[in-house]
C-alpha cells in the first residue's frame, strides 16, 4: 500500500469493520507476534507515555496508529496492571478529535493530582500549507477511568526563539509547584529543553530554557524527562542528529542522560557529567520513567526506531514496548535491572554447569524461543566466549565477549530477516570485568540482554525462523566457565 498523507491522517472510525478485520487478519499470522511484551492490535505502536500509578493500578499508554505500520495519526492506547507484569487492555485512551490535537496526540506523561490522573500531551496540528503548530493539552481521568479533555489547550504558543519542534511535556512536582520540561528545538536549529512552571496544572508559566553542557548537540531534543535519585538530578532525553562516534551513537537516533546535581529551580541551571546513552542495542528509544509505590524509578522504552522499516509491516503491524526496569544510580551512572515481579512469568526451570576449551556446546533443555536465561561466565582464559541463540542451520544471533579488547558485542548479522542494516549489524560496549553475567530475555522476535547487574543494557529486534530455537555456548583461544539458569516464560 502506498501511504499517502490521506491514509495515514484518517481516523479509526472511517475504517470499516471489514477492514479492520482484514488487518486483524494480516496480523495474526505474522510469525513474529511477541507473548510477553506489550504491542499493538493492529498498526503500530511507537512511544510509552503517561507511565504512572493511580488507584491501585500501574497505567502506560502508548502512541499509536492503529491503520497501519506508519507513522500516522496518532492515539493514546491505554493499558494497566496490578503487577507490571500481566497487562489488561483498557482501550483507546487520548482521540485525536479536538482543533489543539486534530493531527495526532503526540508523547505526555501523567502525574496524580487531587484524586485524579492528569495526563499532560503534546496535541500535534498542521495547517493547510502543512506547517505544524503543537499545543500543549490535558486531558483528566478519575477513579471510574473515564477520561475527559480540557476544551482549552494550557500551552497555546511556541516561545519565541524555537520552532515548532516543540513536544513530549514530563511532569514532577517540587515543593508545592508543578514543573515540565518540554523537548524543543531552537531557531539555529539545535536541540534543547525547556521549563514551564505550574501552581495548578492548568495555568502554565514559561521559565526558560534548562541550562545544560551542551549548546550544539543535534538538532532535536525528544522525549526528556526529569528526575532526583540518591541527591542528584537524572535528565533522560532522545537527540535526533548525533554523528556516530566510536561504537556510540550508532542508531539513527539515540537515546541517553545527564546525571548531576538537583536541578537549581527556578533559575534552570543543571550541573552535570556526560551524555550516556541508556542502551546499547539497535533498537530502543522514547523512554519514559515513573516512581512505583515503593519508592522505586521504574523504566519502559519503545523497543523500535522511527524512519526504519522491519519485518513486521509487511503484516499491518510494528513495535513493542521493552520489559519494564529498575533504575538505581552507582558510581555516577544509572543501572538497569529487569523488575522484580517478571519473576511471575518464569516456568520451567532447566540448569547446567559447563567448562568449555575452544568449543561450542550445546546443553539439554537449553532451547526455546521465549525465554529468561542467566548466564554467569568465570574463571576464564579464552580471548572470546559467548552465547548463541535463536540458532538453526546458518541463522543465529550472538552475544559475546572479547576479553582482549574488554568488549561485548550483540551480533545480529546471522539473526534471520533483515532489519536497519544499513546502519550496521553489530553494537558494541567496554565492559572491563573478571566475571560476565549476561540475563537475557527472549521473546518471538527479541531480546533484552542485561549485563553484570544492568550496568549495561542492549535491546534489539531479531526476525528468526520459527524454528530457530537453539542455544550454543562457546569459549575461543583458552577455557571459560559457564554457569546458566534457563527459565521458560
Not at 43 to 58: A, Q, V
Amino acid at each position: 500500500m502506498e501511504w499517502t498523507r490521506e491514509k495515514r491522517y484518517r481516523r479509526l472510525d472511517e475504517a470499516s469493520p471489514e477492514e479492520m478485520q482484514q488487518l486483524g487478519r494480516q496480523v495474526d499470522a505474522c510469525p513474529w507476534r511477541q507473548t510477553f511484551h506489550i504491542q499493538p492490535r493492529t498498526g503500530l505502536l511507537n512511544d510509552p507515555n503517561g507511565f504512572s500509578y493511580y488507584n491501585g493500578y500501574y497505567h502506560l499508554f502508548y502512541q499509536w496508529f492503529p491503520l497501519g505500520p506508519v507513522h500516522g495519526l496518532k492515539y493514546w492506547y491505554h493499558m494497566k496492571s496490578k503487577d507490571l507484569v500481566n497487562w489488561e487492555d483498557a482501550g483507546i485512551g487520548i482521540e485525536p478529535d479536538r482543533y489543539y490535537d486534530r493531527h495526532g496526540a503526540y508523547s505526555g506523561s501523567a502525574i496524580e493530582y487531587e484524586d485524579k490522573l492528569f495526563l499532560f500531551y503534546t496535541g500535534n496540528t498542521r495547517d493547510e500549507n502543512w506547517i505544524r503548530h503543537p499545543y500543549q493539552c490535558l486531558a483528566v481521568m478519575d477513579k471510574t477511568g473515564c477520561i475527559k479533555k480540557l476544551e482549552e489547550a494550557v500551552i497555546s504558543t511556541v516561545p519565541s526563539g524555537y520552532t515548532d519542534h516543540f513536544r513530549d511535556p514530563k511532569i514532577w512536582k517540587q515543593g508545592e509547584l508543578f514543573y515540565a520540561v518540554i523537548g524543543a528545538q531552537r531557531e539555529n536549529e539545535t536541540g534543547c529543553i525547556v521549563v514551564y512552571g505550574s501552581s495548578n496544572l492548568t495555568d502554565w508559566e514559561f521559565e526558560g530554557e534548562l541550562e545544560t553542557k551542551l549548546e550544539n548537540f543535534g538538532y532535536m531534543w525528544e522525549c526528556p524527562d526529569y528526575f532526583e535519585m540518591d541527591g542528584q538530578g537524572v535528565l533522560i532525553f532522545s537527540p535526533q542528529g548525533l554523528q556516530p562516534l566510536g561504537d556510540e551513537y550508532q542508531n539513527i537516533y539515540q537515546s541517553g542522560y545527564l546525571m548531576g546535581g538537583s536541578i537549581n529551580l527556578p533559575d534552570r541551571n543543571f550541573d552535570h557529567g556526560d551524555f550516556r546513552e541508556l542502551d546499547r542495542g539497535f533498537d530502543f528509544y522514547a523512554p519514559q520513567t515513573m516512581a512505583s509505590p515503593d519508592g522505586r524509578r521504574i523504566l519502559v522504552g519503545w523497543m523500535g526506531l522511527p524512519e526504519i522499516d522491519y519485518p513486521t509491516d509487511k503484516n499491518g503491524w510494528a513495535h513493542c514496548l521493552t520489559l519494564p526496569r529498575e533504575l538505581s544510580a552507582k558510581n555516577g551512572r544509572l543501572v538497569q535491572k529487569p523488575v522484580k515481579e517478571l519473576e511471575l512469568l518464569r516456568k520451567q526451570e532447566s540448569t547446567a554447569k559447563v567448562v568449555l576449551d575452544n568449543e561450542l556446546q550445546r546443553i539439554d533443555g537449553f532451547t526455546g524461543t521465549n525465554y529468561e536465561l542467566l548466564c554467569e561466565v568465570s574463571d576464564f582464559s579464552a580471548d572470546e566466549f559467548g552465547i548463541e541463540f535463536r540458532a538453526c542451520g546458518g541463522f543465529k544471533t550472538v552475544i559475546k565477549y572479547d576479553a582482549v579488547e574488554k568488549k561485548v558485542t550483540l551480533d545480529r548479522s546471522d539473526s534471520g530477516a533483515e532489519v536497519g542494516v544499513e546502519y550496521g549489524t553489530t553494537r558494541s560496549c567496554n565492559l572491563n570485568a573478571d566475571k560476565v553475567v549476561f540475563h537475557m530475555f527472549v521473546d518471538t522476535s527479541s531480546v533484552e540482554i542485561f549485563l553484570n547487574e544492568g550496568e549495561e543494557v542492549f535491546t534489539s529486534r531479531i526476525f528468526p525462523d520459527a524454528g530457530c530455537d537453539q542455544i550454543h555456548f562457546y569459549a575461543k583461544n583458552g577455557r571459560a566457565a559457564f554457569n546458566a539458569k534457563k527459565w521458560e516464560l
